[in-house]
């Protein structure tokens, strides 16, 4: 059970950080595209209609590709927040229904003994609900966003 966590964890670790590599890459190339683009387009511009206006033309595509990417934020950031909670339930469903882990417990529980094994579920319940309410505040939008 434990070996199919850690499978899933570098599974998907692996994953990120070839997403995070491949990410930044096309925001490198896309910046350099965006300069070239930007360059041409200023020197169009001004050989066309002067210097003042070359500079607004530069400076409005620099703001088109600002709020493109801040949409992309945005998209990105609503995509992520829906997500762990998804696959939080769905690993912890399927923990619970694996019939080795509730043979693992009630080893456990015969192990301790019920009179001992009270006081550290009691323990565990606090701390799981401490972290379920962090869990919460996390989740919160924040106003300044």
């Given at each position: 059970m434990f070996?199919?966590?850690m499978d899933d964890f570098r599974e998907s670790t692996g994953?990120?950080?070839?997403?995070?590599?491949?990410a930044i890459a096309v925001a490198?190339?896309?910046?350099?595209?965006t300069c070239f683009l930007c360059a041409a387009a200023f020197v169009f511009v001004l050989q066309k209609y002067g210097l003042l206006q070359?500079?607004?033309a530069g400076a409005g595509v620099f703001f088109v590709a600002t709020m493109l990417a801040a949409?992309?934020?945005?998209v990105r950031k609503r995509q992520i927040?829906?997500?762990p909670v998804?696959?939080?339930k769905s690993t912890m469903q399927a923990a619970l229904s694996d019939p080795m882990v509730l043979a693992a417990g009630l080893q456990i529980v015969r192990t301790i003994g019920v009179k001992r094994i009270i006081p550290i579920v009691a323990v565990a319940g606090i701390a799981i609900g401490?972290?379920?309410g962090r869990r919460q505040a996390d989740a919160k939008p924040d106003p300044e966003e």
């Open positions: 070996q199919k966590f994953s990120a950080l070839r997403l995070t590599s491949l490198v190339l896309l910046f350099i595209t070359a500079c607004f949409i992309a934020y945005m927040r829906k997500k998804e696959a939080a401490l972290m379920a």
